[in-house]
């Protein structure tokens, strides 16, 4: 009876927390961001501003937590899903770049507003982090390493691989003055996303290459 109630309590937590950011996504699509208050998004969602701030720190995250929500246990399924002949290196980077560079239609329009106002893209930045834990579970089953520290550090390494390669992508770039001066994300992102990562690749092999060396022939 306790776990039916426990899974009942997060199934309803979850659904809050996605009423929360859908809101927040429609209203700064049709307002504009700058005209959204955090009791407008609690109002929408049929929520009180408390519980609001139980699930979100500002208006801004949970706008860019309607693009980037479950991204990060996407990724994780992603990298324990490859085969096991392909290199967690490999595992790793292809399952960050499908799965950042590929919002998906219904979030195109989100991620061309994320990525024109300064606020929200540190917000879209600032969720690099969350990859961490989830990634380090994921290559911790790749490698079946017993050493802690090593699947974390690697998992905060490639976190920071991101934010570089996010960070670059979001930079302001004017297309031209012709165009009313429309600001647009700088580079490719999957280019990026692979040239940041690539300094890691030694690292994810190494550690893979350890565990092997270590399994009974």
Partial sequence: MTTRRTGLREQKKQATREALREAALRLALTRGPENVRVDDIAEAAGVSPRTYNN????????????????????????????????????????????HYTDPGEQHRDALLLITTRPELREAFIDTTSEIERPLADAITQRISDTDPHTARVLAASVAAAIRVALDQWVQPRIASPAAGELVVPSGSLPDLLRAALAPLAPALDAAEQRTRQRQPR
């Fill in 55 to 98: 699930y979100f720190s500002s208006r801004e995250q949970a706008i860019v937590a309607a693009v980037t929500a479950e991204r990060e246990a996407r990724i994780a399924a992603a990298v324990t899903a490859r085969p096991v002949g392909i290199g967690l290196a490999h595992a790793v980077v292809e399952a960050i770049v499908e």
